[in-house]
């Protein structure tokens, strides 16, 4: 997966609790995005990054902050999980264009 | 505001026969139109796009037919085969957006034997 990891790939949690998911990434590109995947919904952007400490809202970005202190990590946090965020969240990244966008394998994220 | 609107919801096709799936448009500035395969517990995975500048795009079995006028676009997908089985989405991009893509809902092609 154009070497993208993402961890955890499965988590459970209770509503309330924060949550944060790591992207990692190893081609050095400048893009790193979060979607949320859902039956119906499709893949919608959450949040993205253009750089370190560079990064601007999505769609869909009311509950959900990020971080990216550095290059190859890209934080998505879940400040107080609720059941409306069960989801399973991909990170993507591109380096050259748009021709290069890569998704990782995705977190499958249940917030009961 | 749903900008690019996709369908059907769910295909089912024999094999051998022709997969279409359809995409519709809203924002004109678009000039960049992906389709992307996910297999389940994978990650969507770039199967082929077209630029607005030309009407057709072949790349094997995975044909893009673009209407600019109508603002349409569909994905074809000639022999299909079991292995076809998978989610589709078809997506828009407009440049010096930062290479944000907004992605139709999904096609779910199962490819009966």
């Known amino acids: 997966d154009a070497g993208i990891t993402q961890s955890p790939r499965h988590k459970v949690t209770e509503t309330g609790t924060p949550v944060t998911l790591r992207c990692h990434q190893t081609e050095n590109h400048r893009y790193m995005y979060w979607y949320r995947q859902d039956p119906g919904h499709g893949l919608r952007l959450i949040h993205y990054?253009?750089?370190?400490?560079?990064?601007d809202k999505g769609e869909v970005s009311d509950g959900y902050s990020v971080s990216r202190s550095k290059t190859e990590d890209f934080l998505l946090t879940l400040e107080s999980a609720t059941s409306s965020q069960t989801s399973v969240y991909f990170c993507a990244i591109s380096g050259t264009g748009i021709e290069k966008l890569f998704f990782g394998s995705g977190t499958q994220l249940s917030v009961l | 505001q749903q900008q690019v609107k996709q369908s059907p919801q769910s295909l089912i096709v024999q094999k051998g026969g022709i997969s279409i799936i359809n995409c519709a448009y809203e924002?004109?500035?678009?000039?960049?139109f992906p389709w992307y395969q996910q297999f389940p517990g994978k990650g969507p995975a770039l199967l082929i796009a077209?630029?607005?500048?030309?009407s057709e795009k072949k790349e094997g079995r995975f044909t893009i037919s673009f209407n600019k006028s109508a603002k349409q676009f569909s994905l074809h997908i000639m022999d299909s085969q079991p292995g076809d089985s998978a989610t589709y989405f078809c997506a828009g991009y407009s440049g010096g957006s930062n290479y944000k893509l907004t992605f139709g809902k999904g096609t779910l092609l199962t490819v009966n034997p």
């Open positions: 077209i630029r607005p500048d030309v």
């Open positions: 990054s253009y750089g370190v400490k560079d990064t």
């Open positions: 924002n004109t500035a678009f000039d960049y």
